[in-house]
């Protein structure tokens, strides 16, 4: 009879998705406010506005693009880059005010450096 191998980092993924979908189940975006929706790996920090009713992503940043690729990582600097950048997009589609979703993820670190730069850069949430 086999037994069933977990490690420790599923765990912790099983913990955040289930604390990933309580908050979802609480935020929704539109087309005038959407989600800010936030995803972190070990190397990289995305981000991205989404129209849920439409199912749509209206702007999107991450460490990954030609710009911030160079200047940083998945550092909380570059965290912060990110959301600036976000927000400098968002606003020039006219997009002001946004309902942040974490992912799960606690808010500290690279994920409350992200938000203080996207409201530093002029996003209200």
């Not at 940043?61 to 912060?80: D, I, M, N, P």
């Not at 990110?82 to 500290?108: E, N």
């Amino acid at each position: 009879m086999a037994t069933k191998v977990r490690s420790r980092s599923s765990e912790k993924q099983q913990i955040r998705f289930k604390r990933k979908t309580r908050i979802r189940s609480k935020v929704e975006g539109d087309s005038e406010k959407p989600r800010f929706s936030v995803f972190r790996s070990n190397r990289h920090i995305y981000a991205q506005l989404v129209d849920d009713l439409k199912g749509v992503t209206l702007v999107s940043a991450s460490t990954q693009e030609e710009e911030l690729r160079k200047k940083c990582h998945g550092t909380v600097g570059g965290a912060k880059e990110v959301g600036a950048l976000v927000a400098k997009r968002a606003l020039a589609k006219k997009i002001s005010s946004v309902v942040f979703d974490r992912s799960g993820y606690l808010y500290h670190g690279q994920i409350k450096a992200l938000a203080d730069g996207a409201r530093e850069a002029g996003l209200k949430f």
